[in-house]
């Protein structure tokens, strides 16, 4: 059974940092596709960041270049979000994401949530003015 456990999120000022966990249980974090998604009150799911087989990795906006970095370390099969210089419209909750098997077939690119079929149960981060 797949079991992906976020953690790391809060509240924090503008311009601060946080550093999401996602913690993944009966799933091998090296061997897949897996990522960050966030949604926003009012807002729709929205891709984050994405981390290829092999351990390279994309960020699904130019709005979070030079803020939001992913990573993982494969030892603890746990993957991260690092996030820096935040701002208010970071307000989100954010949610770990896995392909299955059965959801590769969906979704337009790899940042697009329906091709990720695991999922967490989330963790708020809140950032005020």
């Known amino acids: 059974q797949v079991q992906l456990v976020e953690s790391g999120g809060g509240t924090v000022q503008a311009g601060g940092s946080l550093r999401l966990s996602c913690t993944a249980s009966g799933y091998t974090v090296s061997r897949n596709y897996m990522g960050w998604f966030r949604r926003a009150p009012g807002k729709e799911r929205e891709g984050v960041a994405v981390m290829y087989v092999g351990g390279g990795g994309t960020l699904c906006a130019d709005s979070l270049k030079g803020r939001f970095t992913i990573s993982q370390d494969n030892a603890k099969n746990t993957m991260y979000l690092q996030m820096d210089s935040l701002k208010p419209e970071d307000t989100a909750m954010y949610y770990c994401?896995?392909?299955?098997?059965?959801?590769?077939?969906?979704?337009?690119?790899?940042?697009?949530?329906?091709?990720?079929?695991?999922w967490g149960q989330g963790t708020q981060v809140t950032v005020s003015s």
């Open positions: 994401a896995a392909v299955s098997t059965a959801s590769l077939r969906y979704g337009h690119s790899w940042c697009d949530p329906p091709r990720f079929g695991f």
